[in-house]
């Protein structure tokens, strides 16, 4: 493995700049193009064979393929999309074992965040003023609104791409 530290570099920065674009793509459109998807996990070898020191690339497929085999469960009970489910999947792959913790408690804390945020925007909406908010009546469906998780992903992505470049 010959070190190219340019390369790996220009890896990180693309990684970062798919998450960002299909966290955008969510937040507009609540889709997120299995392309981007794609072609984060394409990207990750150039980082891998590029980064000059090793990478435990086979934990990290196993850590990918963990939450590809748990984001289609929480698809199919209909908790998160398929969108959602095959981007952290890729993140991950780029997280791998030694960034895996930390790549979800950052995507945690964000989505947490979003959703807070959603439920004031919410709360605020059907208040009478600023003051009102906590005694207004919430929408029953409201916490059925689909929510732009990947926002929450690429918060998290962003970090391990932040670890990556050091």
């Avoid at 030694?98 to 709360?123: E, N, Q, S, V």
């Avoid at 409201?142 to 732009?148: C, H, L, N, S």
Wanted: charged share 10%; net charge positive; with cysteine.
């Amino acid at each position: 493995m010959i070190p190219l530290p340019e390369i790996s570099q220009v890896a990180v920065l693309g990684f970062a700049g798919l998450i960002v674009a299909a966290a955008i793509s969510d937040a507009r459109h609540l889709i997120i193009p299995n392309r981007y998807c794609l072609a984060i996990a394409i990207l990750y070898p150039t980082y891998v064979l590029s980064v000059g020191h090793e990478v435990d690339w086979i934990g990290a497929i196993g850590v990918a393929c963990g939450l590809l085999f748990l984001g289609f469960l929480l698809h199919l009970r209909r908790i998160a999309g398929a969108g959602d489910a095959k981007l952290v999947a890729s993140v991950a792959l780029w997280a791998g074992p030694g960034l895996f913790f930390d790549f979800l408690i950052t995507t945690g804390i964000a989505g947490g965040a979003m959703a807070l945020a959603l439920w004031f925007r919410h709360r605020l909406s059907r208040a009478a003023g600023p003051g009102m908010i906590f005694v207004t009546a919430s929408d029953p469906n409201f916490a059925k609104q689909p929510m732009p998780y990947a926002i929450a992903i690429a918060t998290g992505g962003l970090y391990v791409a932040f670890t990556l470049v050091g």
